[in-house]
Nanobody, 124 residues
Framework: VQLQASGGGLVQPGGSLRLSCAAS????????IGWFRQAPGKEREGVSY????????YYADSVKGRFTISRDNAKNTVYLQMNSLKPEDTAVYYC??????????????????WGQGTQVTVSS
């Protein structure tokens, strides 16, 4: 199982980035992919989650209306489109594979495999 997160970078407040999570080594439609983030000195936070089969999506309140998660099953890739970025979105972003219950999609303990993380910095 491999998860490769990419697409991070430095962006000004109000700007946009698109993160990608390329999955391999397993049948992705049997699982879901979550995006998490961790800022220095803070706990890891669930950002969004998508079921690869069916495409149901879930978001943290802090990113609703600004972030959009999507998937391309043919490419085994999940995307996180981040718009209207704020300085408080600055963190290392990770993607992870799991089959969490809907009410607990944001709990990192529900995910067994993690990508290496990609840094997102929102600053002027």
């Amino acid at each position: 199982v491999q998860l490769q997160a990419s697409g991070g970078g430095l962006v000004q407040p109000g700007g946009s980035l698109r993160l990608s999570c390329a999955a391999s080594g397993f049948r992705s439609v049997d699982y879901g992919i979550g995006w998490f983030r961790q800022a220095p000195g803070k706990e890891r936070e669930g950002v969004s989650y998508i079921r690869m089969s069916g495409g149901s999506t879930y978001y943290a309140d802090s990113v609703k209306g600004r972030f959009t998660i999507s998937r391309d099953n043919a490419k085994n890739t999940v995307y996180l489109q981040m718009n209207s970025l704020k300085p408080e979105d600055t963190a290392v972003y990770y993607c992870a594979r799991g089959r969490p219950i809907t009410s607990a999609w944001f709990r990192s303990s529900m995910y067994a495999y993690w990508g290496q993380g990609t840094q997102v910095t929102v600053s002027s």
